[in-house]
């Protein structure tokens, strides 16, 4: 699935200059596409994709004219097919095995630690939120995959984080239950389940 070789993430504190700095982005250099909006905590996120040196370019101008609003960024120069598939909208089906969760204070933090997962293992990345109703402008990413292999995507995501400097939340969860399973396989947003019915006491 994967199209372009480069992606770039970039969030601003402020709304209009997060509008302002992405006009200035798209104006900058010839980037192959581009998907932009406000997200909640009232922040404004940026993906732009396409050769890397046009996203490098244009993330750049983005950096400069969003000042000390730029809450996060960064750049994948030749991102993981999974990584760009998830963050485009693709959601890979969940199997069986071990499950991960992390969540992080910034989505380009967590885009950045899925990206040092996936290459340091072969767990399947089954979705990427990105600061979406109810997430409060965080980011949360979904693995899954035999126990040592979840182990290790979690202890290489964690090293990222941990030399960037960025707070992180996670659990490792070694055999779900299928209710959950169940539950998680279209989406981890409430408002996108229906109501599973289980084999639990009623009242008589």
Do not use: W
């Amino acid at each position: 699935m994967k199209k372009h070789p480069a992606i770039a993430i970039i969030e601003f504190r402020d709304i209009p200059v997060g509008i302002y700095a992405t006009d200035a982005m798209l104006k900058k250099a010839p980037i192959a596409f581009v998907k932009c909006g406000n997200i909640s905590r009232g922040r404004y996120l940026t993906l732009i994709g396409g050769t890397t040196g046009s996203v490098d370019e244009s993330l750049a101008e983005g950096i400069a004219q969003g000042g000390d609003t730029v809450l996060d960024h960064i750049l994948l120069a030749d991102v993981h097919p999974r990584v760009y598939a998830a963050i485009v909208g693709a959601r890979q089906a969940g199997g069986s095995g071990a499950l991960a969760i992390i969540e992080t204070d910034t989505v380009a933090s967590n885009v950045r630690a899925a990206e040092a997962a996936l290459k340091a293992t072969d767990v399947d990345l089954i979705e990427i939120r990105l600061a979406d109703t109810g997430l409060s402008g965080k980011g949360v990413s979904l693995y899954q995959g035999d126990l040592h292999e979840i182990e290790e995507a979690v202890a290489a995501a964690l090293r990222f984080l941990e030399g960037s400097g960025v707070p992180a939340r996670y659990r490792i969860i070694p055999s779900p239950h299928e209710a959950l399973l169940q539950q998680i396989a279209t989406s981890t947003g409430f408002v996108s389940q229906d109501l599973l019915e289980l084999d639990g006491e009623v009242p008589s």
